[in-house]
């Protein structure tokens, strides 16, 4: 008996020993923890701090039912307040009381007010007072809020036509569209251009933009509502490559006589109206306008009180395209001048303007990009932006597309200094007096950290967050980056390869290609393990290559590399993945009868259409959401690397996956969501009859209901549906 029960406690240590946390090897991570919606995702993310932002010179966060606030200079952080204070402040205001910490904001930029709305109220608290002070009362039938803190009126939608509220909840309805297809106070244009929003306040108020946008020429797309019992037609207007484009004006509201005056923006009626921005003294409003062709972009400038033109003030054309992105910028304290951002040299950097549209000077310059502003100091004398220039200061040399570090630009010396104190990518978060930074770093080897920057001498005031390895208990895969040159000879290519743990060279291991390769688009990066996604490491952990490299076509390596692939989509961007096949083939452990290929979207065409082109070399494919000829695609994107339908006929010809269905020869799954507004469904739907017709058999799954990503707690279910299929025909 006594030898029995020390058989147990040994027995039960050494199971207690196998299974610690610290035996990494037995510990598997599952779908569940590394796909966003699964159960446990939350618990494999490097830790960060919930609604982490400037209050004036105060950063506050909150952790747990704490709102936390503290100034850089603080050598602790204080509660500023409680939800269970938020909620006893609340009732003495006879408002309801919330369940949780809302989402705040900060109204003011030098004012302790947050704002913060639930259960049909926007509710103004200030933290200093501990008081409710404004309390607006919303419907829920209003949406696309937009405050002004000029004047506290809060403008919004409901249905198709714009209103405002007043602080004293006086509702005031500013236009009268009765018909289906005209909107107003939406944004335009399928959101590109850097359009997210259809309201503009001017900078006291006393004024407001918005978007008119008459879609009745536009053909109605079908989307089908299956969620009721018998299913509901609920059609969008989807401009196609080479159809008729909606038309868009801008009108003005001016509160101190309810009046409404349009933009005359003349003809042509189809053209982009973007980058909507008030002049500091509300008398003007600058638009950069683009043609239907977007090889010609015009900086406009209105007057806001009669509509009329007052001025062209410059041009900027490409044989190619032009992408306006950001609105002008004035300077804090010279209304007289303006930043502009421009790709005109080659590489997206900023230029110096007055309003007479003189150029004054190129504010940046050299072989890389700027990737944001962020604002300016109190005095107006340096700007801060973010850019792949080369850590730690030469700008001379060439970017590195990998990282992004936060620089100060001297605008009378165009001195430039780099703010940022570590290596890798950072997002940052100016102080409205531009004194201090919230600076987010991470990198190949930091999870996350967060500090608090005095930007004078980029001295770390504050450590906020240092994040563990969320994954320190688990043995992970390897991860391996380099170049490979381009299809050119010349070109260089980042890439990023995912390995088994404990790989062995002398052994096979079947290979995914993971590919997007289309614009705006970069997946190799300089972040937290190279940017790798939670499905390629547990396809990894599961015995799996995973690949990918960013080929010409993608984004921050300049307009050349990134438009290279100009009317001719699928062509340069096939080439460099197949650089990658080279590559991967000189390996000694890739099975090279076990090549895959997944991708989405964009990816979901080059899935495809690599799956297609060269048969012999991809066994499997999946490929999501799938361009499958460009003529079905929205106007805007489509004509901007396509051109019209009628101006690049072999082009569109030529990239009609359709007329490639006959060459499937491995396993092919097509998925898409059923009401995708972006590639519509008619995309995987046309290449399935053209499958049909040439007697080929692709595999198929629809997500009901779901738009063009699969999200939510559907998307572990969507990242095992794949695995299984690679599990099944590929390993």
């Given at each position: 008996?006594?030898?029995?029960?020390?058989?147990?406690?040994?027995?039960?240590?050494?199971?207690?020993?196998?299974?610690?946390?610290?035996?990494?090897?037995?510990?598997?991570?599952?779908?569940?923890?590394?796909?966003?919606?699964?159960?446990?995702?939350?618990?494999?993310?490097?830790?960060?701090?919930?609604?982490?932002?400037?209050?004036?010179?105060?950063?506050?966060?909150?952790?747990?039912?704490?709102?936390?606030?503290?100034?850089?200079?603080?050598?602790?952080?204080?509660?500023?307040?409680?939800?269970?204070?938020?909620?006893?402040?609340?009732?003495?205001?006879?408002?309801?009381?919330?369940g949780s910490m809302p989402a705040f904001s900060v109204p003011y930029p030098d004012k302790p007010v947050l704002a913060f709305d639930y259960k049909n109220h926007r509710v103004h608290y200030d933290l200093k007072a501990n008081k409710i002070i404004a309390d607006y009362q919303l419907d829920a039938a209003w949406s696309r809020f937009?405050?002004?803190?000029?004047?506290?009126?809060?403008?919004?939608?409901?249905?198709?036509?714009?209103?405002?509220?007043?602080?004293?909840?006086?509702?005031?309805?500013?236009?009268?569209?009765?018909?289906?297809?005209?909107?107003?106070?939406?944004?335009?244009?399928?959101?590109?251009?850097?359009?997210?929003?259809?309201?503009?306040?001017?900078?006291?108020?006393?004024?407001?933009?918005?978007?008119?946008?008459?879609?009745?020429?536009?053909?109605?797309?079908?989307?089908?509502?299956?969620?009721?019992?018998?299913?509901?037609?609920?059609?969008?207007?989807?401009?196609?490559?080479?159809?008729?484009?909606?038309?868009?004006?801008?009108?003005?509201?001016?509160?101190?006589?309810?009046?409404?005056?349009?933009?005359?923006?003349?003809?042509?009626?189809?053209?982009?109206?973007?980058?909507?921005?008030?002049?500091?003294?509300?008398?003007?409003?600058?638009?950069?306008?683009?043609?239907?062709?977007?090889?010609?972009?015009?900086?406009?400038?209105?007057?806001?009180?009669?509509?009329?033109?007052?001025?062209?003030?410059?041009?900027?054309?490409?044989?190619?395209?032009?992408?306006?992105?950001?609105?002008?910028?004035?300077?804090?304290?010279?209304?007289?001048?303006?930043?502009?951002?421009?790709?005109?040299?080659?590489?997206?950097?900023?230029?110096?303007?007055?309003?007479?549209?003189?150029?004054?000077?190129?504010?940046?310059?050299?072989?890389?990009?700027?990737?944001?502003?962020?604002?300016?100091?109190?005095?107006?004398?340096?700007?801060?932006?973010?850019?792949?220039?080369?850590?730690?200061?030469?700008?001379?040399?060439?970017?590195?597309?990998?990282?992004?570090?936060?620089?100060?630009?001297?605008?009378?010396?165009?001195?430039?200094?780099?703010?940022?104190?570590?290596?890798?990518?950072?997002?940052?978060?100016?102080?409205?007096?531009?004194?201090?930074?919230?600076?987010?770093?991470?990198?190949?080897?930091?999870?996350?950290?967060?500090?608090?920057?005095?930007?004078?001498?980029?001295?770390?005031?504050?450590?906020?967050?240092?994040?563990?390895?969320?994954?320190?208990?688990?043995?992970?895969?390897?991860?391996?980056?380099?170049?490979?040159?381009?299809?050119?000879?010349?070109?260089?290519?980042?890439?990023?390869?995912?390995?088994?743990?404990?790989?062995?060279?002398?052994?096979?291991?079947?290979?995914?290609?993971?590919?997007?390769?289309?614009?705006?688009?970069?997946?190799?990066?300089?972040?937290?393990?190279?940017?790798?996604?939670?499905?390629?490491?547990?396809?990894?952990?599961?015995?799996?290559?995973?690949?990918?490299?960013?080929?010409?076509?993608?984004?921050?390596?300049?307009?050349?590399?990134?438009?290279?692939?100009?009317?001719?989509?699928?062509?340069?961007?096939?080439?460099?993945?197949?650089?990658?096949?080279?590559?991967?083939?000189?390996?000694?452990?890739?099975?090279?009868?076990?090549?895959?290929?997944?991708?989405?979207?964009?990816?979901?065409?080059?899935?495809?259409?690599?799956?297609?082109?060269?048969?012999?070399?991809?066994?499997?494919?999946?490929?999501?959401?799938?361009?499958?000829?460009?003529?079905?695609?929205?106007?805007?994107?489509?004509?901007?690397?396509?051109?019209?339908?009628?101006?690049?006929?072999?082009?569109?010809?030529?990239?009609?996956?359709?007329?490639?269905?006959?060459?499937?020869?491995?396993?092919?799954?097509?998925?898409?969501?059923?009401?995708?507004?972006?590639?519509?469904?008619?995309?995987?739907?046309?290449?399935?009859?053209?499958?049909?017709?040439?007697?080929?058999?692709?595999?198929?799954?629809?997500?009901?209901?779901?738009?063009?990503?699969?999200?939510?707690?559907?998307r572990p279910h969507l990242m095992e549906k794949i695995t299984r299929y690679f599990e099944e025909h590929l390993k």
């Amino acid at each position: 008996m006594r030898i029995n029960c020390c058989l147990l406690v040994i027995t039960s240590f050494i199971l207690n020993l196998f299974f610690m946390p610290g035996n990494a090897q037995e510990k598997q991570l599952t779908l569940q923890d590394l796909v966003p919606g699964g159960k446990n995702y939350y618990r494999f993310t490097p830790k960060n701090l919930r609604q982490l932002q400037w209050c004036g010179n105060s950063y506050i966060y909150v952790k747990g039912d704490s709102l936390l606030m503290a100034s850089p200079a603080d050598k602790n952080e204080q509660v500023a307040f409680t939800r269970e204070k938020l909620n006893g402040t609340l009732e003495t205001a006879g408002l309801p009381t919330t369940g949780s910490m809302p989402a705040f904001s900060v109204p003011y930029p030098d004012k302790p007010v947050l704002a913060f709305d639930y259960k049909n109220h926007r509710v103004h608290y200030d933290l200093k007072a501990n008081k409710i002070i404004a309390d607006y009362q919303l419907d829920a039938a209003w949406s696309r809020f937009e405050f002004c803190a000029g004047n506290d009126y809060l403008a919004f939608t409901e249905k198709n036509n714009v209103y405002v509220l007043s602080p004293d909840n006086q509702v005031s309805q500013i236009t009268h569209e009765m018909e289906d297809g005209i909107v107003c106070g939406t944004d335009v244009h399928q959101r590109e251009f850097g359009i997210n929003k259809g309201l503009f306040w001017s900078p006291k108020g006393n004024m407001l933009a918005f978007y008119r946008m008459d879609e009745r020429m536009v053909t109605d797309y079908p989307i089908v509502d299956i969620s009721t019992r018998v299913a509901e037609a609920k059609p969008i207007k989807y401009p196609m490559a080479g159809m008729k484009s909606h038309e868009v004006t801008v009108g003005v509201y001016r509160l101190s006589d309810n009046q409404v005056v349009y933009l005359k923006t003349g003809l042509p009626k189809e053209k982009y109206l973007t980058n909507v921005a008030w002049s500091p003294d509300e008398k003007s409003i600058y638009i950069a306008e683009l043609n239907r062709d977007q090889n010609e972009c015009k900086l406009v400038r209105y007057n806001a009180s009669t509509g009329e033109k007052e001025a062209e003030l410059f041009t900027e054309r490409n044989d190619r395209y032009v992408e306006p992105q950001v609105p002008v910028c004035f300077l804090p304290h010279d209304p007289s001048r303006f930043i502009w951002e421009s790709q005109r040299d080659g590489y997206n950097h900023i230029y110096l303007y007055d309003t007479s549209g003189k150029l004054v000077k190129q504010l940046t310059s050299g072989k890389w990009v700027v990737t944001g502003v962020h604002g300016f100091d109190e005095k107006g004398q340096h700007l801060y932006f973010s850019a792949t220039a080369p850590y730690p200061g030469n700008p001379e040399a060439d970017g590195n597309p990998m990282e992004n570090y936060t620089w100060q630009l001297n605008l009378k010396t165009n001195k430039l200094a780099c703010v940022s104190s570590k290596k890798g990518v950072h997002r940052v978060k100016v102080s409205p007096s531009g004194l201090y930074m919230i600076d987010e770093t991470t990198s190949p080897v930091i999870p996350r950290d967060i500090d608090i920057v005095r930007m004078s001498d980029r001295r770390t005031m504050k450590s906020l967050v240092s994040a563990p390895d969320p994954y320190k208990n688990y043995q992970m895969p390897d991860i391996k980056t380099g170049t490979i040159l381009a299809s050119d000879g010349q070109t260089s290519l980042h890439y990023r390869l995912t390995v088994p743990p404990n790989l062995d060279e002398t052994k096979k291991y079947p290979v995914i290609v993971y590919v997007y390769g289309g614009p705006h688009s970069q997946l190799v990066t300089g972040d937290w393990m190279h940017g790798v996604g939670g499905w390629d490491l547990f396809m990894a952990q599961n015995g799996y290559v995973l690949f990918t490299v960013d080929g010409r076509g993608t984004a921050n390596r300049g307009f050349e590399f990134e438009s290279v692939i100009h009317r001719q989509l699928g062509v340069k961007e096939m080439e460099d993945q197949m650089k990658g096949i080279e590559f991967l083939k000189s390996l000694p452990f890739i099975d090279t009868d076990r090549i895959g290929v997944f991708g989405w979207s964009y990816g979901g065409f080059m899935t495809t259409n690599l799956m297609l082109t060269y048969p012999d070399v991809f066994k499997v494919a999946v490929a999501g959401g799938p361009v499958i000829d460009w003529s079905f695609y929205e106007i805007m994107y489509g004509e901007r690397y396509m051109d019209h339908p009628k101006e690049n006929p072999e082009g569109y010809a030529n990239n009609n996956l359709r007329d490639k269905a006959d060459q499937l020869k491995g396993h092919l799954l097509l998925i898409h969501g059923t009401s995708d507004p972006v590639v519509v469904w008619q995309h995987s739907l046309s290449f399935l009859k053209a499958c049909v017709d040439a007697g080929t058999f692709p595999d198929y799954f629809v997500y009901p209901g779901h738009q063009h990503n699969v999200i939510g707690k559907d998307r572990p279910h969507l990242m095992e549906k794949i695995t299984r299929y690679f599990e099944e025909h590929l390993k």
